[in-house]
């Protein structure tokens, strides 16, 4: 993963990270919106997504969801390995 992080569209010098952590995740907020935007266009999306939900990054925007979005994963893969 750490050579692909070159190619992650947040780290383009016109892109504000600020709107990856921003104070609410709320989907009206327009940094989220930016945000996931952003997420949308880059070219390592799913292994960036697939880090943090093993990592369990509690905070900002990867891959392109919310911290609410990812644990709602997370909450239904669980459920269903206990299937
Ligand atoms: S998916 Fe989003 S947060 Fe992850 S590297 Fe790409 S632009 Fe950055």
Excluded: H
């Excluded at 919106?33 to 093993?54: D, E, F, G, M």
């Amino acid at each position: 993963m750490s050579t692909q992080w070159t190619q992650a569209a947040c780290r383009a010098a016109d892109i504000d990270s600020e709107s990856f952590f921003p104070l609410s995740y709320a989907a009206g907020n327009p940094q989220v919106q930016a945000a996931k935007a952003v997420c949308r266009s880059c070219p390592i999306r799913s292994a960036c997504l697939a880090y943090a939900l093993r990592r369990g990054e509690p905070e900002g925007i990867w891959g392109g969801l919310t911290p609410r979005e990812r644990r709602d994963i997370r909450d239904k893969t669980r459920q269903e390995a206990t299937r």
